[in-house]
């Protein structure tokens, strides 16, 4: 079975700085991964999703990803945040099977500094 | 519709009652997705359908939840017997396919007193 962890719960950096978030999965073969955002009060939004090919994905609004196989990482960057970004933040995986259900991550919350 | 639509938005009830959540995932979808995200929690995954196949019911947390998709389409997550630990946003989300977006709806938030 899939599994993701998160290991940050919190996190804050200042407006204008790089973020990274880190996610690690555990499946067996290949996965597809996503992140999601839900700011508040609002529903997931997709930011971006690696299912084959460059392991570098763009996603929008000026996020990036890069899916490591040998670390089974999927860690999530922005190289200068906005104070819109402050919001929770989960990673996702699920298999190539049909029958293979989107698992999530615990989330990590995001904080910006002013 | 244009997107996912859960019904209702709130739900209160008392404990020991059952209750009923609907889903209604964007047409054509295949895939329709019940997730539990509890205050300040991620989100727990409950039950999977796809397609015609047997739904994936591996999350489900007790034999009082269950969940049922008519036709392809609609979908109930039904709770019985309530428990103040059942409180939670109950998420719904949809998909084209495997390699699609999980389009996800606003959410029931269940409130057990």
């Known amino acids: 079975a899939q599994s993701v962890t998160q290991p940050d719960i919190h996190i804050t950096v200042s407006e204008g700085a790089s973020l990274e978030l880190r996610c690690n999965y555990s499946?067996?073969?290949?996965?597809?991964l996503f992140w999601y955002v839900q700011s508040p009060g609002q529903g997931l939004q997709l930011l971006l999703k690696y299912f084959s090919g460059d392991t570098l994905v763009q996603g929008i609004k000026g996020f990036e990803a890069e899916f490591k196989r040998s670390q089974s990482s999927f860690n999530l960057r922005k190289p200068s945040v906005h104070w819109s970004d402050a919001a929770e933040y989960f990673c996702?995986?699920?298999?190539?099977?049909?029958?293979?259900?989107?698992?999530f991550g615990s989330g990590t919350r995001l904080s910006i500094r002013p | 519709g244009a997107g996912v639509s859960q019904s209702p938005s709130n739900k209160v009830t008392e404990k020991g009652k059952d209750v009923e959540l609907r889903c209604d995932p964007i047409s054509g979808h295949t895939a329709l997705y019940w997730y539990r995200q509890s205050l300040g929690q991620g989100l727990e995954f409950l039950i999977y359908f796809q397609g015609n196949s047997a739904p994936d019911k591996s999350g489900l947390p007790s034999d009082r939840f269950s969940a049922e998709r008519t036709g392809g389409s609609v979908s109930t997550l039904t709770i019985q017997r309530t428990q103040q630990e059942d409180s939670a946003v109950y998420l719904c989300a949809s998909s084209l396919a495997r390699d699609s977006e999980a389009f996800f709806g606003q959410g029931t938030r269940l409130t057990v007193v």
């Open positions: 499946y067996g073969a290949t996965p597809y």
């Open positions: 996702a995986v699920a298999g190539y099977s049909s029958a293979s259900k989107i698992i």
